[in-house]
């Protein structure tokens, strides 16, 4: 899983260059399938439940599951990249939005409670720890920054499969939910409204975007728990 995270984790680096005002999302699927593939490794989005690409690109308002397209990135926008990648029998998941250029003091400030949002989270994936103090740590950060998480999509279990039990929802009560232990590889994976939580699907049937069309961002990293705490396998 190392291996597969760290593929997943250099493809995120390499892509932040490529993101500036013009870029095409779909000039975005082409690197990060091209990136992929010349690891020896299989994009793991591709063709799961009839997905059509390697990346998810989700704009603005978008927040989870967008599909790379002709449309251009613009200065201002935010957009959020999430990749998977199959190497050697074992996935590896992790997303993070980046802004276009100059972007708004509240598109900022979005994106860097999301962020914190996830290290909260990921700071209670330890032994000993119930799953919901994740959820929980992740809800309290960003309901302090008054923005809202995301109820319809979840973290989850990765490892053979790119979706494994546990679910790892992002609001909770601490203290609740099985019991972590060593050895478990989990995705955790916050979205985050600067409006309300409410979310709706296009009629692509994949683009979640926000119900009152408020910013949306999201960051993941896939961790596995050790005998003493985690380790962060997507990042390098
Ligand atoms: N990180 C997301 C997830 O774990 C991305 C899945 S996109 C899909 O569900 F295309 F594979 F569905
Ligand atoms: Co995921």
């Known amino acids: 899983m190392a291996e597969s995270c760290l593929i997943v984790a250099k493809v995120l680096e390499g892509i932040k260059k490529e993101v500036h005002p013009g870029i095409k999302t779909a000039e975005l ?6 990136f992929i593939v010349s690891r020896g490794a299989r994009p793991a989005f591709k063709g799961y439940r009839g997905y059509p690409a390697s990346v998810c690109t989700s704009i603005n308002e978008q927040v989870v599951h967008g599909i ?8 201002g926008d935010i957009v959020s990249l999430d990749i998977g990648v199959y190497y050697r029998g074992f996935y590896g998941d992790a997303a993070l939005t980046l802004p276009v ?3 708004s003091h509240q598109a900022e400030r979005l994106l860097a409670a999301t962020e914190m949002a996830l290290y909260l989270g990921i700071e209670k994936a330890v032994p000993g720890n119930r799953l919901f103090d994740i959820s929980a740590a992740i809800q309290r950060c960003t309901e302090e920054e008054g923005f809202s998480v995301v109820r319809n999509f979840v973290g989850h279990g990765i490892g053979r499969e790119l979706h494994e039990e546990p679910q790892i929802p992002n609001f909770g009560k601490p203290g609740q939910g099985p019991e972590i232990r060593e050895g478990m590889t989990l995705a ?19 683009t979640a975007v926000t119900k009152d069309r408020s910013l949306s961002a999201h960051f993941e990293h896939t961790i596995a728990i050790t005998g003493d705490g985690n380790v962060i396998l997507t990042k390098q």
């Open 29 to 34: 699927d082409r690197y990060v399938e091209s």
């Open 68 to 75: 790379p397209s002709s449309i251009q990135l613009n200065e």
């Open 101 to 103: 250029g100059k972007v």
């Open 188 to 206: 955790i994976e916050p979205m985050v409204n600067a409006g309300g939580w409410e979310v709706v699907i296009l009629d692509d049937g994949w």
